[in-house]
C-alpha cells in the first residue's frame, strides 16, 4: 500500500515537473521578438554623388532677320510645332526688293547690249584706239551691273527663312503682318534628339571623374543613361568649382527640353565586398552595430563601416559572409534577446 501511495507521489511530481517545463517553453516562445533577417553576401557596392541641373537642347538654331524693320507676310509655323531642315519658316514683304531686282534686271540687260556694241566695234579692221578703251570700259560696267543684278537677287532670298536644323520651335518671337527686329532671334529651333547640362564640383570630386565616364539621368520617374562629354580643368572664379558638361541621349524624347534633372555620378565602385542594407545599422554615439542570430537569440555585433548609398552600405570588419543579419524588428531587441525568425531570405 506504502509503494503504491509512492508511486502515486512520484507520477504527481513528474506531471507537475513536465507542466512547468512545457509552460515555460511555451512562456519563452511566446516572449520571443519576432524579426526578419537577411544573409550576409559579397557583391558590388557603388558610391554615387547627386547633382541638380537644367537639360537643354545640344543642338539648336537661331533665326535672326538680316533686314530688320520689315514685315513679316508669310509665317509657316507655330511655338512647339516641329520642322525638318529647308521647311520655310516665314517670310519678309518682298515688294520693295522686287522693285530693286527688276531696275537691276534692266540696267543688266542695258550694260549687256552696250558692250556687244562695243566690243563689235572694237573688232573691226583698223578700230580706232578709243574704240578699244571704250569695249574695256563696257565689260567692267557690265560686271558691276551683273553684280549688282546677283546681289539683289540674294536679297530677294534673304527674305525667306528656312530651318537649318530639324527640331522643335522653342520660341517664336514674331507675327504675322507685324515689323521684325533684330534685338532678338525670330525664331529659334531646339533638337531634343540629345540633351546636354552643366554642373559644378569641387576639387576633390574632378580626381574621380573622366570624359566618357557613364552617368545617370533622372527626371522625376523616368531615368536614362548618359556620360560626361567634357571637364574644365580651370576652376570658375566666382564660385572656385569646376565645370562639368554632360550629355544624354533622347532620341526618344521621354526628357522634355528645359526639365530639371538629377544627375548621379559613380564616384567610387568596390567589387566582391560585404554589403548589408542600411536600415539594418543602428548606432551607439560613435560605434555602429547589428543585431546576428545565434541560435534563438540576438547577438550585438559591433561593425566598422566602408561606402554607403541610398540603399546599402559597406562592412569592412564585425561580419563574415553567411551570417544572418536582422533587418526589421532589432530596434526592439538587445543582446542575448530571445527572437523568433518569421521570414529570411534563404527561406
Known sequence: MRKKSYRLILLIIMGFLFFVACSGEKEIEEAAIAVETIVVK????????????????DETAMIIPKTPGIEVTKLTVGLGERVEVGDLLFELDKTIVRKEVEQRKIVYAQAQRNYEQQRKQALEPNAPQFT?????????????????????????????YFAPIKGIVSQLNIQLNAMVLNDQPAIMIS????????????????????????????VLEQEKPGEISAINPVVDPRSNLHVVEIIVSNEDEELTVGAISKIQIERIRREDTLVIPRRTVLTEGEKNYVFVVNGEMAQKKEITLGIMNEDKIEVLSGLVAEDRVIVKGQQYVQDDTFIRVVRSDDQ
Open 42 to 57: 559579397k557583391e558590388a557596392i557603388s558610391q554615387w554623388v547627386t547633382l541638380t541641373t537644367k537639360l537643354d537642347a
Open 132 to 160: 578699244q578703251m571704250s569695249s574695256e570700259n563696257a565689260s567692267s560696267q557690265l560686271e558691276q551691273a551683273r553684280m549688282a543684278y546677283v546681289n539683289s537677287l540674294e536679297q530677294l532670298e534673304k527674305m525667306m
Open 191 to 218: 533638337n531634343p534628339a540629345i540633351l546636354k547640362g552643366r554642373i559644378q564640383i569641387s576639387q576633390d570630386l574632378t580626381s574621380d571623374l573622366y570624359v566618357g565616364q557613364q552617368i545617370k539621368v533622372r
